[in-house]
């Protein structure tokens, strides 16, 4: 039985190890020995820390990927406006495209890909909570909310089909792109509500 | 040596083999003997058929994956309005997404992410012929060529995401938002141009 002054020393690895893993190879190309291999975690503790097995791991490792990139998204959408917060988004990605030489992709995208049931779940679970995100901001900035979610949707959709041109093309331009391209969107969205809504308000203020 | 009444009887099974596995699991995950064994193509013939072995296959099955929706697509945009070419795609799209119990992504896609070089320029090529294609129908309609080439890569690149969004929801209504927001936007490309040709006054609508 190996020595566990941390816990979670060897089980924090093996997701991470996963994550990175999932990004390179795609969820049905990880198995859990390349995790083991990958992360020096000592075999014997594989089953305490996922007694699920790979199903578990695969899922878990999913989930944390998510709420890192969650939080990325969070802070982006910081900004007073909505044009500057998916510029600043484009750029993170972009340097995340060229940190990893174009071969390391989202890992949600690998997930819902994936032949892993819970993956596939917990990445829907990720999209879902991102398209929130945008939808929120979409509605501080005055779009409609019934529009702000129509867009949303558009905007995580087209970052992560455009993390996929880019990387084919070794070059970050598709993201900048399609930023701006959602960035006329998002404007038409937010303007369209601002001329509807000294008509349609009971309080004009 | 096996009988060969069809010289690409046993090559064409095995690169559509390749196709399916490959929209199913992701590049990385399919071998050689993978595809062997899904196509039931004899062993022997294979280095005749593929003499780059698994790369070649790989790659080519992406090429003839690329021209296969070339096909689709330039089918879906003869038809006089943008609009309704995207409709037809997205209603194709989620009818591929159905029969493939939703675990069926797009080969494309699949092979950009993948770890096989030749196969992620074959995407790449695909994506921009697509890219073309789009940006040749929005400026028929009346775009600027300009912005009919960026909004192009907006499409594509959103198509692609949703595809991946509406997996992981069992579910095709990603595509149908995603094109109705995608249609918004490219009227607003078609109508900044008309706006700006005083020539062309016929009214769309």
Chains 1, 2 share one sequence.
Not at 173 to 199: G, H, K, W, Y
């Amino acid at each position: 039985m190996p020595r566990r002054k941390d816990p979670d020393g060897p089980r924090a690895a093996m997701i991470r190890s996963a994550i990175s893993l999932i990004r390179r190879r795609g969820v049905a190309a990880v198995s859990f020995a390349d995790v083991l291999n990958a992360s020096g975690a000592p075999r014997g503790s594989v089953y305490h820390h996922f007694p699920g097995g790979r199903a578990q791991l695969i899922t878990e490792a999913t989930q944390v990927a998510g709420e890192r990139i969650t939080g990325e998204l969070t802070r982006a959408l910081d900004t007073p406006e909505t044009a500057a917060a998916l510029r600043a988004l484009a750029d993170a990605l972009a340097r995340g495209l060229d940190r990893g030489d174009y071969a390391v992709g989202c890992p949600i995208a690998a997930a819902a890909l994936g032949n892993e049931p819970g993956a596939v779940t917990a990445a829907g679970v990720a999209f879902d909570t991102w398209r929130d995100l945008v939808t929120r901001k979409l509605v501080q900035d005055g779009a409609t909310p019934r529009r702000a979610r129509s867009v949303a949707l558009l905007v995580v959709s087209a970052l992560e089909g455009a993390l996929i041109v880019a990387r084919t093309e070794r070059n970050p331009a598709a993201l900048d792109t399609v930023v701006e391209e959602l960035n006329v969107l998002c404007r038409s969205a937010i303007d369209a509500d601002r001329t509807r809504r000294p008509v349609t308000a009971p309080d004009v203020s």
